[in-house]
């Protein structure tokens, strides 16, 4: 697949907050092949294809004992106790809720790493300070958050203990590396958020957890409600936790995967900074070209707005490596 030279560089404001932003990308790229590929997120393109929520579950409430049946699932997939663990709409629900929750005026967050979390803690009037791994220790802080394994770049933190503020570790994408969790040990001052859709492909649902000690587990399961997550959520997310030769399977074919994108990737000449099964980050000196090169060919991927030079990639679906490697060798030009 070949791609025309722009006659003009669309605005790429609208791409560098987070992926999966197609609506704008159509608006922007009127003329792009579709359907589009999307590359922006790091959600898995073969995703669980379990049970799904009934008809009937889709027409009532859902039932406490249901919501109590899934955080089983979860934690036992966790390593935890069910009283440790919390059913929200989404790990991003949880991120957002926890700085008023906690009361903290001022966190410390190991950058660069996913943005909604500084975010999160400004709304809520929190001094924020953005800084790097190393420097965390000589930061005076009521809070620390910690994204492990990062977004975008896939670091790894080992040294993880909360001390005498809380440790909020977002846990997002730790089933492409479960050695690093330390979700077992959430307690304390130790919080670990959970992500659902990222790993199982299933995104749409809106699922995630927080692990904490039993009595703020609760307070903030209670923040969200008698019915915190849908019928979608509680069907797929207590079938799919209990599926561990499917959760094994699929951590391998992503490690192969990602071996793949970054050979292309490497082939098409960037270089490859990290990041984790489930997404590559990369860099080229001419990135914004190569994001709207591969636009205009309905690629879509993830720029960032402090580091012109990196492009983050997904992987594509097994029918879609072709045209990605296409559309590579076509934004060289």
């Known amino acids: 697949m070949s791609v025309s030279a722009p006659s003009s560089d669309p605005n790429l404001e609208d791409f560098l907050r987070h992926g999966g932003r197609l609506a704008a990308a159509r608006r922007a790229f009127p003329d792009a092949p579709a359907p589009w590929l999307d590359l922006s997120t790091g959600i898995n393109p073969r995703p669980w294809k379990g049970a799904r929520a009934t008809a009937a579950s889709l027409t009532r409430l859902p039932d406490p004992d249901e919501i109590a049946a899934l955080e089983a699932a979860a934690a036992a997939a966790f390593g935890v106790t069910p009283d440790r663990v919390a059913a929200v709409p989404g790990a991003e629900a949880a991120l957002r809720a926890l700085p008023r929750l906690l009361g903290a005026r001022s966190v410390a967050i190991a950058s ?4 909604a979390h500084a975010e999160a803690w400004r709304l809520a009037g ?38 005498d503020r809380w440790l909020i570790v977002d846990e997002s994408f730790v089933e492409t590396a479960p050695e690093l969790s330390v979700a077992a040990r959430a307690g304390h001052r130790l919080i670990v958020l959970r992500s659902f859709g990222k790993f199982y492909g299933l995104a749409g649902v809106r699922l995630g957890f927080v692990i904490a000690e039993p009595g703020l587990a609760a307070r903030i399961g209670a923040q969200f409600g008698d019915w915190p997550v849908s019928a979608e959520a509680i069907a797929a997310g207590t079938a799919a936790y209990a599926d561990s030769a499917w959760r094994e399977a699929a951590a391998a074919r992503l490690t192969k995967d990602a071996a793949r994108l970054d050979a292309m990737l490497t082939r098409a000449g960037f270089d490859i900074l990290g990041g984790t099964s489930l997404f590559r980050l990369a860099a080229t000196p001419d990135a914004a070209r190569r994001f709207t090169a591969l636009a205009r060919g309905g ?12 492009l983050r990639f997904g992987l594509p679906k097994p029918k879609d490596w072709p045209r990605l490697q296409a559309a590579l060798e076509g934004s060289r030009r």
């Open 126 to 163: 929190a001094k924020v300070q953005c800084v790097a791994p190393g420097e965390l220790a000589g930061v005076a802080s009521e809070a620390v958050v910690m994204v492990n394994p990062n977004n975008p770049d896939g670091a790894r933190h080992d040294d993880l203990e909360p001390g």
């Open 112 to 115: 660069p790493t996913y943005g």
């Open 299 to 310: 690629v879509l991927t993830r720029p960032f707005p402090d580091q012109p030079t990196w």
